[in-house]
């Protein structure tokens, strides 16, 4: 019986965890869009161009080309922009103020910039905010994993007090109950 139920419940959690649409344990709704790439990743393949030869249209074209997505969209005409002549804040504008992923169009902008104005290399701009995005993210997930190990603190305690009153101290009261009579 108690196989029983572990199967079940293990089926249930495997439907539940590749089902479209499922709440996460917080009860929000985890979609199946995965939505924009990670700066980080995005950052590393202009990077990746960069250091290839490509100028920094081209890198943006070629990333954009990359991404299948609104993203890589935006990333292609801001490189068509930058190509036909139009200039560097009138490329960017649109993008930039975007409500899903105008923030990390605009994190792209500020490390190309420089590159674009005077010259110099973008390479080492992307690798020191890359480097501090990671760290951003270890930091995040750090404060993450110890706000959920307080939180299952309680309900593991819960689980496990019955139990062990259950299984260790009523039988040694009723071991010491039968020495008494």
Same mark, same amino acid.
Do not use: H, N
């Given at each position: 019986?108690?196989?029983? %139920? ?10 539940? &965890? ?10 929000? #709704? ?35 080309? &990359? #991404? ?37 169009? &605009? ?38 994993? &110890? ?6 603190? #309680? ?11 259950? %299984? ?14």
């Amino acid at each position: 019986m108690v196989r029983q %139920i572990c199967v079940a419940c293990l089926l249930a959690c495997a439907w539940l &965890a590749a089902s479209p649409g499922r709440p996460d344990w917080l009860g929000r #709704l985890v979609l199946a869009d995965e939505g924009p790439p990670p700066i980080t990743l995005v950052l590393e393949m202009v990077a990746a161009c960069l250091s290839q030869g490509s100028s920094i249209s081209g890198s943006l074209a070629q990333t954009g080309r &990359a #991404l299948s997505c609104d993203y890589g969209d935006d990333l292609v005409r801001v490189a068509g922009v930058l190509d036909s002549g139009g200039g560097w804040s009138m490329a960017w504008a649109r993008v930039c103020t975007g409500p899903v992923y105008g923030q990390d169009m &605009a994190l792209l902008k500020g490390c190309l910039e420089p590159s674009w104005k005077t010259g110099t290399s973008a390479g080492t701009r992307i690798k020191a905010e890359t480097a501090r995005l990671d760290v951003e993210g270890r930091r995040g997930l750090q404060q993450a994993s &110890a706000r959920l190990s307080v939180q299952i603190l #309680l309900p593991t305690g819960l689980c496990i007090l019955p139990a062990f009153i259950v %299984i260790g101290v009523i039988p040694c009261i009723a071991s010491f109950a039968g020495f008494l009579t």
